[in-house]
T-cell receptor
């Protein structure tokens, strides 16, 4: 079945640690996105990529980094510079405008 | 800053009633409009898309779009307890920049 796979489902980070969240899609979509969702709040865009080897910052890119070496993969690294990383992280993909997004199941990151 | 506004709710309706969810957006060049359903602790799921003025029906769901008023709504007929979720409105501009509202929490009471 086609879809987006995010892993791990739950992740715990110690202070000062970098962690990487995985996102893989087999939908052959060109565009991929990372969002952050805090409790009771909407989605905030971290980074997006519309083509391999190219990506742009979203509204809250500070403390995060991404790569897009393959069409299928768009990993997100939460660096130690991100001071409040505890949140629900959602990866999405799209074939492009005017179509909607398909979301992965999300990764819940907690700082311990 | 381009905005998508939704009433955060909670909106509570009895089982079998019509639930009406509303959304306004600020960017006049917006081209496509979406409703996502998000159950607690889960990721959003696309349930409706609408691109032109008027109504679009899919089963118990009807999306309504009025570009002149910059308004999009979602009606859920014969609401069921399984419809209890947060509904996110999203607006997609020409460059595929999708903006999400904060969501309206719907509770359907048996």
């Amino acid at each position: 079945d086609g879809g987006i796979t995010q892993s791990p489902k739950y992740l715990f980070r110690k202070e000062g640690q970098n962690v990487t969240l995985s996102c893989e899609q087999n939908l052959n979509h060109d565009a991929m996105y990372w969002y952050r969702q805090d409790p009771g709040q909407g989605l905030r865009l971290i980074y997006y990529s519309q083509i391999v080897n190219d990506f742009q910052k979203g509204d809250i890119a500070e403390g995060y980094s991404v790569s897009r070496e393959k069409k299928e993969s768009f990993p997100l690294t939460v660096t130690s510079a991100q001071k409040n990383p505890t949140a629900f992280y959602l990866c999405a993909s799209s074939p492009g405008s005017p179509y909607g997004y398909t979301f992965g199941s999300g990764t819940r990151l907690t700082v311990v | 800053q381009k905005e998508v506004e939704q009433n955060s709710g909670p909106l509570s309706v009895p089982e079998g009633a019509i639930a009406s969810l509303n959304c306004t957006y600020s960017d006049r060049v917006s081209q496509s409009f979406f409703w996502y359903r998000q159950y607690s602790g889960k990721s959003p799921e696309l349930i409706m898309s609408i691109y032109s003025n008027g109504d679009k029906e899919d089963g118990r769901f009807t999306a309504q779009l009025n570009k002149a008023s910059q308004y999009v709504s979602l009606l859920i007929r014969d609401s069921q307890p399984s419809d209890s979720a947060t509904y996110l409105c999203a607006v997609n501009e020409r460059n595929n920049d999708m903006r999400f509202g904060a969501g309206t929490r719907l509770t359907v009471k048996p």
